[in-house]
């Protein structure tokens, strides 16, 4: 097996070496190409480093002595697979939150979840990353200026806590961004905010105040995490209508790379698709996902459906659904808003339809994404039912035929 990327630890010693590896009762060749590695009481050890978001772990404790350039090795390769990942080539691959229940699937394809579980309170704001160094990435919410971390996919209360209280310690203010991401290549992910463009970053899961303080993307851009080169750290990124302008250290400046990928009203997202060791773009439109395994403008390399219109994902604040209003008289008049079917305004995105049934009457409610509610036009109508487009006879029961346009 080639392991062709390693998580960086304080104090590295780089070589490189050829070895023996035991997996599963299986004698293979192990070739490290210029692993990071670290000597420790008379051992060296080596992680696997495949991030980010649903990696999959694995340690080799080699036993090794070191004459000159030459490094015997002798490894166990652990097949503890993450219970999250798809196994050794797996990639990132997608996770909604609804309503304080997170699911999670294995693969990049249209499907229901592997992983479905509690955690955090509907109006959290979701987070995820590797928080304790195991190479597994886990949940986190983000609650006013708290942070709750978990070092599992299950259901259950925080492992790790933090507070921000003060002006000058803002790891969660509320009015801020959260980001997650490993800063300093440590192998730990830790908290970021975001306020306006300027970045404040901290390298452990404490509360406190910056490490990492500085200015990138404009005000209103929406800020994006990830390793875009591949070296184990996490930087900045902002996406602004739909160009991606990314940056390869965690300091003020340009972009290094620039592209266009999505359509301007996507739902930005970033991963390692192909577990190649680099993130790179995803949207979301609807519930359908584009993914795309190069930081260069082009088509998806992959598509699929997965979760509902309306799901939140990692990062975003859920929307608060606003109750319907009172129902008004009853009527079989066809009601019509001025202009239909060509109102101003920007166009509204369906993201969710629900009904309800009350005494004498049952409810139908349209929710859609934006400032200003659509055109429509509400009518009964006479049969036959036919569809939009192909003008082909739709067979419904019952005798009343209520159109919505």
């Known amino acids: 097996m080639e392991f062709a990327r390693a998580r960086r630890w304080k104090g590295p010693v780089p070589v490189v070496a050829t070895g023996v590896a035991v997996s599963q009762g299986d004698t293979e060749t192990l070739r490290f190409q210029s692993p990071i590695i670290q000597k420790e009481a008379g051992h060296l050890l080596f992680r696997r480093h495949v991030r980010h978001r649903f990696p999959v772990p ?113 790891y969660g203010n509320a009015g801020y961004q959260p980001v997650v991401g490993d800063w300093n290549g440590d192998g730990t992910d830790t908290p970021g905010v975001v306020s306006g463009n300027t970045w404040f970053l901290r390298n452990s899961n404490t509360t406190g105040t910056a490490d990492l303080t500085f200015g990138y ?37 340009t972009a290094d790379l620039t592209f266009g990928y999505g359509n301007v009203g996507d739902r930005p997202l970033v991963g390692d698709w192909d577990a190649d060791g680099f993130d790179t773009p995803g949207v979301v439109r609807g519930n359908t996902w584009y993914l795309r395994n190069a930081n260069s403008t082009g088509t998806a390399h992959v598509a699929f459906s997965y979760g509902n219109v309306g799901d939140t994902l ?20 066809t009601v019509e808003t001025g202009g239909f079917p060509f109102p101003e305004g920007d166009t509204a995105l369906l993201v969710d339809v629900r009904v309800g049934r009350h005494k004498g009457f049952e409810r139908i409610v349209l929710e859609f994404e934006g400032d200003d509610p659509p055109g429509y036009r509400v009518g009964y109508i006479d049969p036959p039912v036919r569809a939009d487009g192909s003008g082909h006879v739709v067979e419904l029961a019952g005798d009343a035929f209520l159109e919505v346009r």
Not at 230 to 252: A, M
Request: proline share 6%; aromatic share 8%; charged share 15%.
């Open 314 to 333: 990692l990062g975003e604040k859920p929307k608060q659904r606003q109750a319907a209003g009172p129902v008004g008289p009853a009527s079989t008049d």
């Open 58 to 170: 694995l340690l080799a404790v080699i036993l090794a002595t070191l004459t000159g350039a030459s490094l015997l090795v002798g490894a166990v390769a652990s097949p503890a697979w993450s219970q999250w990942s798809g196994g050794p080539a797996a990639g990132d691959t997608p996770v909604v939150v609804r309503d304080g229940t997170w699911y999670l699937r294995k693969s990049n394809t249209t499907g229901s979840a592997d992983i479905t579980f509690r955690y955090g309170n509907a109006g959290d704001i979701p987070v995820m990353g590797d928080w304790n160094g195991d190479g597994v990435d886990t949940p986190g919410v983000v609650r006013g200026n708290e942070w709750y971390l978990r070092n599992s996919n299950t259901t259950g209360t925080a492992d790790l806590t933090f507070l921000v209280t003060t002006c000058c310690t803002i």
């Open 217 to 253: 993307g404009n005000v209103g851009d929406r800020p994006v995490t990830g390793d875009w080169d591949g070296d184990g750290t996490d930087t900045p990124g902002v996406v602004r209508g739909h160009t991606w302008f990314l940056r390869n250290s965690n300091t003020t400046g």
